[in-house]
């Protein structure tokens, strides 16, 4: 069993800047894939930004491509996403999330391919809020 724990969550305006944090306990050998989801509401789950933790491949959704930057730390087990250039449509609740995938597979075709299915770990989330 995998635990995670979210913070960092808040309300900024726009143009502001957050850093989400994802802390993992537990089996963590057992995973190798993780990742940040965020639901508005009256909206679906939507991916964010995903990672392998044993290599450098990344996907990013179009819309936070070049302003946010999804990041893990090995020694501390910590997921992070860092948020630039906010705008009031990534305003949303953001989840972290943990699964195990084959690392040779780019995340460019596992997560829009597969979605939520390679995630079998979630946190509870923390609030997100921008305004404009």
């Known amino acids: 069993q995998v635990h995670l724990v979210e913070s960092g969550g808040g309300s900024v305006q726009a143009g502001g800047s957050l850093r989400l944090s994802c802390a993992a306990s537990g089996a963590t050998n057992s995973i190798n894939l993780m990742g940040w989801f965020r639901q508005a509401p009256g909206k679906e789950r939507e991916e964010v930004a995903a990672l392998y933790t044993v290599n450098t491949n990344t996907y990013y959704r179009d819309s936070v491509k070049g302003r946010f930057t999804i990041s893990f730390d090995n020694a501390k087990n910590t997921l992070y996403l860092q948020m630039n250039s906010l705008k009031p449509e990534d305003t949303g609740a953001y989840s972290c999330?943990?699964?195990?995938?084959?690392?040779?597979?780019?995340?460019?075709?596992?997560?829009?391919?597969?979605?939520?299915?390679?995630?079998?770990?979630w946190g509870q989330g923390t609030q997100v809020t921008v305004s404009s």
């Open positions: 999330a943990a699964g195990s995938y084959n690392p040779s597979i780019p995340l460019k075709v596992v997560v829009p391919a597969f979605g939520f299915a390679n995630f079998g770990y």
